[in-house]
């Protein structure tokens, strides 16, 4: 439209706070805690994580759940490539290596087996077990786990 303003990425995405989640999800942050966002589709977790990320100078990975989601999805896995096999980080492990804010969006539509690989991330440890390979890969620096669900339609 003519003569409206561009918003230039520097402004980082549009959002506005309704309380005090921003100063909750920066202590969080320095402290390495990973977060949990509950909330009806539509009512703004991505738009914060997005924010968040943005606000914090992180670089963000977002991984949407869902019931044929496996552990190697997140985590990696070999592939032949010119005819050599190599490894392939997933997701998880690219921000843990990264010091990246990793968002599991709906981690409920995940099955069982898929969601017991965060543990030691979301605990003190801050490690990423990679059984295909037998390495233990810590989180880096910066990096943090966000989850979200919707109470509205979880398994």
Not at 44 to 55: C, H, I, L, N, P
Not at 127 to 141: H, M, N, Q, R, Y
């Amino acid at each position: 439209m003519a003569g409206m303003p561009l918003i230039a990425p520097a402004e980082g995405p549009f959002y506005l706070p309704r309380g005090n989640e921003v100063k909750v999800f920066e202590q969080c942050h320095a402290k390495g805690l990973p977060v949990l966002l509950r909330g009806p589709t539509g009512c703004g977790k991505t738009r914060f994580v997005e924010f968040m990320a943005w606000r914090l100078g992180r670089p963000l990975v977002t991984v949407a759940c869902h019931d044929d989601l496996s552990a190697t999805d997140l985590t990696g896995r070999y592939l032949v490539v010119n005819g050599e096999t190599v490894w392939r980080d997933g997701p998880l492990t690219m921000a843990a290596r990264q010091g990246a804010i990793c968002y599991l969006d709906e981690l409920v539509e995940a099955r069982s087996d898929t969601i017991v690989v965060i543990h030691p991330l979301a605990d003190d440890r801050r490690v990423l077990s990679i059984d295909k390979t037998g390495e233990l890969v810590e989180a880096a620096p910066g990096f943090q786990l966000v989850v979200s669900y919707n109470p509205g339609y979880q398994q």
